[in-house]
């Protein structure tokens, strides 16, 4: 069965970076876009960054261009989320997704398994 298992959340400074991983198995990894999306307290899930199943592309919310950069290795099958100039209202629990598809799409019903999230916080 398909399992995704993030990590790499923490406590980090406005400003500050933190790298996700998430850790795939259950099936063919190099088939599937992948997409990073999360929850921010009393909100609803809200997509944030996708790639191809080669990487060959990537595609991001308007509020983390430039600062967070999608990736993946699929001999690792281990999708990443580095994220750079942290802000307070980045706070939130990230999920990875695999999509159903080979393109990712900013539709979070393409997607039919997501992780149990890591919590990332921003605070000074």
């Known amino acids: 069965q398909v399992q995704l298992v993030e990590s790499g959340g923490g406590l980090a400074q406005p400003g500050g970076s933190l790298r996700l991983s998430c850790a795939a198995s259950?099936?063919?990894?190099?088939?599937?876009?992948m997409s990073w999306a999360r929850q921010a307290p009393g909100k609803g899930l809200e997509w944030v960054s996708g790639?191809?199943?080669?990487?060959?592309?990537?595609f991001y919310t308007n509020s983390v261009k430039g600062r967070f950069t999608i990736s993946r290795d699929n001999a690792k099958n281990t999708l990443y989320l580095q994220m750079n100039s942290l802000k307070p209202e980045d706070t939130a629990l990230y999920y990875c997704?695999?999509?159903?598809?080979?393109?990712?799409?900013?539709?979070?019903?393409?997607?039919?398994?997501w992780g149990q999230g890591t919590q990332v916080t921003v605070s000074s």
């Open positions: 259950g099936f063919t990894f190099s088939s599937y876009a």
């Open positions: 997704g695999k999509s159903s598809w080979a393109s990712p799409s900013s539709s979070l019903s393409e997607y039919d398994s």
């Open positions: 790639i191809y199943n080669d990487g060959s592309d990537t």
